[in-house]
């Protein structure tokens, strides 16, 4: 499968973004599909996953902030990113595998397919 990451920009803190990741090649149907993250001079990190049965896990920094969805007919992950804050100023990456686990969702290693990234900034 193939991914399309968009969605990206610049906002001020306190507004809101909606990241899109559309798959080509085949649907999603069977994939777990996550968002990572990496600001400058920092790791990749875990940002949100929704599992192939539609449960959803979350960095805890953005739960109640950020939500993923997905859009079955669209072939579309939506990452709903509100109240965002210069802290949240990173590349987005989206990522899928048919075969991720339950103890590794948060690691990047355990996706094997990846999109572009698109930037996020987020000024103060």
């Known amino acids: 499968v193939q991914l399309q990451a968009s969605g990206g920009g610049l906002v001020q803190a306190g507004e809101s973004l909606r990241l899109s990741c559309a798959a080509s090649?085949?649907?999603?149907?069977?994939?777990?599909v996550a968002w990572f993250r990496q600001a400058p001079g920092k790791e990749r990190e875990f940002v949100a996953t929704?599992?192939?049965?539609?449960?959803?896990y979350y960095k805890d920094s953005v739960k109640g902030r950020f939500t993923i969805a997905r859009d079955a007919a669209k072939r579309t992950v939506y990452l709903q990113m509100n109240s965002l804050q210069p802290e949240d100023t990173a590349v987005y990456y989206c990522?899928?595998?048919?075969?991720?686990?339950?103890?590794?969702?948060?690691?990047?290693?355990?996706?094997?397919?990846w999109g572009q990234g698109t930037q996020v900034t987020v000024s103060s």
């Open positions: 090649g085949r649907t999603f149907s069977g994939y777990t």
């Open positions: 929704i599992r192939w049965n539609g449960n959803t």
């Open positions: 990522a899928a595998s048919s075969s991720v686990i339950s103890s590794t969702l948060g690691e990047s290693s355990a996706y094997g397919y």
